[in-house]
């Protein structure tokens, strides 16, 4: 899909005959271990965050990097900051930009440690210095705390990084419920009361399978039928959202600062960041992605939609050589949106 107006998305992607063995391999693997794991909401969030640390449920464990660098952002309220997780470039070269990426987890699970790995290939590919955001987590912090710091965070970033970091804020992206609060982020700023942050412009925003509509689109139904288990499940998704936002109703859940998807983008035509929106076949928020992207496109906005077969919720988490995850693929397509936009194109 492109700003042309064209809506090029072929239909064989989400045909299960083209899935490839590797990733039929890995997915049934997953769905194995998905069935069997220990449920969050079983153990309680502070307990499963150090199970998933450890590298003891079906994700990878975290990778703490030794170049990583911690620093505390000032946040509204006077008596707290915000902390974040700066990842550098490993090269001589001049920095070209700066990244602010918020993590996954569904709002609950996750902190700013979680993707150094990821985050410094980031850096060094692109000589971006990435700073992760350590925004507060549900149910000790529900809706509207973790939003807040992300907002807090872009504001900084957009009035701080040139004189912190040698460059400006480029580009604003995560994973999962991180895409979500990315875009929140970006909504946020470009509604901006002040004009230094809503003229701010991004070179652009990664959206890597993100919840936009916190009332469930038809492929959290469907998919959950043909694949019952699969890094998440329905019980798994609604724990999340109670967690975030306790005692929701359909109105709350239909208000654009929750669900991205009801906001009146054509408010915002012409000031909408070029954006990238991955997602996999086998995840149960592939409509999240379709719907969005195609909003987006509507709007005005320019788009780069890549649906990767058979890839499951989360592949980016994987490491790049983990066959069949889909994450090579994720990669390099983040890869390549990075550098068109680096170099304007």
Known sequence: MSSTGSFCL?????DPTVVSDASRAFTDRLQVQSRTATRWYDVGAAEYR?????????LPGTIYLPDATDI??????RDRSIPCRILRPQTEAVVDGVLMHVHGGGWCLGDEKSQDTLLQDVANAHNLVCISVGYRLAPEFPFPSGPQDCFDVAEWLVDHAQQRFGAPLCFVGGESAGAHLSLLAVLYMLQHGIGRYSEFRLKGLLLHYGCFSLRWLPSVYEVSR????????LRILSAFRDAFVPGWTDATLDKAELSPLYAELDRLRGKLPPTLFTCGTED?????TLFMSTRWLVAGGEVTVKIIPGAPHGFMSFPRDTEGSGSAEGRDIMDSFLAARMHGS
């Open 10 to 14: 072929e239909r064989q992607i989400f």
């Open 50 to 58: 150090q199970l998933r640390a450890n590298g003891t449920t079906i």
């Open 72 to 77: 505390s952002i000032p946040s509204r309220d």
């Open 226 to 233: 043909r694949v019952p288990s699969l890094v998440l499940d």
């Open 284 to 288: 149960y928020l592939l409509d999240d």
